[in-house]
Structures are given as C-alpha cells and as structure tokens.
C-alpha cells in the first residue's frame, strides 16, 4: 500500500485560487498512491474572525470535494482533505474522507480544538471514521487531535495501521517529528501527516510533512515548500 502527504500553503483569501493550485499536485501524488493525506482547511486556514471563515466555508459536497472527488475516481484511490464546514449555522474544522469511485465516504470532524479554532469552530464529537484499503485500516484525526489521549487509546483499541492527520501544525521549539513519534508511542500504526507551510497571518506552520511511526521516520519535507511525500508502508 503506497500513500501520500502533500504540503501546501495555500492562497490566503482565494480559496477558487488555492484549489486550482492544489489540483497538480494532488492529482500527481493520486497516480502513485492508494491514500493520498492533504492538510488542514486547504483552502487556508487561519481566520480574523468568524465571518471571514463563513466566506469560504462551505458543505461537505462544496467547492473542495468538486476540485478533488473526480483525481479520487481517475486514479482510484482515496484522498482525505480537510475543509470549513458549515451546517446551518454550525461551523466545523472538518476533514472529508472521499473514496476511490469519486463518492463521499464521511466526514470527520475535529474534536479537539486549538486555540485558532475556538473562535469559530464547534468541537466534533470524537466519530473517528475507519475505512480499509487493501486490509489495512485507517482512520483520520485532525492536527490537534494527536494530542489527545481519547484519540490515541481509540486507535490503539481498535488496531489501527495508518492515521491520515491533515494539519497546520505550528512551528515551535520542539522539532515536530520526534513529537509526533512519542504520540504514536503505543500504536503500531504509521502517521501520514500533511502540513501547510509557511507564514499566514499571525502563525508560521512548521511543514515538515511525514509519513513516519514510533519506531523510523519513513519519508519527509523540509520546512517551507510544497511538497509530495510517498512511501510504500509494505516495503
């Protein structure tokens, strides 16, 4: 099973401008790969206040699954995105799980916020989708949601082998891969971890985009730059 991680810093306040841009890359990373990860609110994520983020979001079936549903049905595979949901008058940092024949398969919804979340998002309520590729299942948690214990004691119950984490994870002292190794402390399962990059607004994302596990760090980015990163987790 091969699967992907695109990093990607999207056009800030042109979300038509930031799919047009994502479609190459996506649809290059969909050739070669069964499950292709791409990050946080790709069409940009952080927000002034809650209007700005009613300015582009949209339903699960909206712009971004119409740019991105149709690379899932050429190249059969799976494509996890994550988007601003709106329900009614509910807004939600979702991710939306699209299936190789083009179709939605769900949609996940985060469940433990960041601070950049609070202002304008709902918490979802810990629905952690599972889906199979080939016998090896997945599920998807978004950024903020590695850090939760309630996410990874989920995982580890129900043996999960790869979680998908779109994400815009921030750049800190830290450096972000051993971190994210002693998350997934516990868990035999690989992380494919898709992150903006880049300045936006008042926060710098930290890239680095991976495919990785507790044990090795399999494949990765650099800091700043789109990116595809592939691996081939039966290798």
């Not at 499950?35 to 946080?40: I, R, S, T």
């Not at 994210?180 to 936006?200: F, P, S």
Request: aromatic fraction near 8%.
């Amino acid at each position: 099973m091969k699967v992907a991680a695109i990093q990607f810093k999207p056009r800030r306040g042109d979300p038509s401008g930031s799919l047009r841009q994502l479609v190459k890359p996506a649809r290059k990373a969909a050739a070669d790969a069964d499950l292709v990860v791409l990050p946080e609110v790709v069409t940009g994520y952080a927000f002034d206040d809650p209007g700005e983020v009613r300015s582009i979001a949209e339903h699960p079936k909206g712009r971004t699954f119409a740019a991105l549903a149709p690379i899932a049905r050429d190249h059969e595979c799976w494509i996890i995105a994550g988007f601003a949901e709106v329900a009614g008058e509910r807004l939600f940092n979702s991710a939306m799980v699209i299936r190789p024949d083009g179709e939605l398969d769900g949609v996940y919804r985060k469940t433990l916020l960041f601070d950049a979340d609070l202002p304008w998002a709902q918490p979802g309520g810990g629905d952690y989708p599972l889906f199979e590729i080939d016998g090896v299942l997945c599920t998807v948690g978004i950024c903020m949601d590695l850090n939760d214990n309630r996410f990874t004691r989920w995982c580890a119950l129900e043996r999960v082998d790869v979680v998908a984490l779109p994400t815009c994870w921030v750049e800190e002292t830290d450096p972000v891969w051993p971190f994210w190794q002693r998350r997934m402390l516990g868990l035999n399962a690989t992380l494919v971890a898709a992150d903006q990059w880049g300045e936006d607004g008042s926060m710098t994302y930290a890239g680095r985009s991976a495919i990785l596990s507790a044990r090795e760090i399999v494949a990765g980015a650099s800091a700043e730059g789109d990116a595809i990163v592939v691996a081939d987790l039966q290798s």
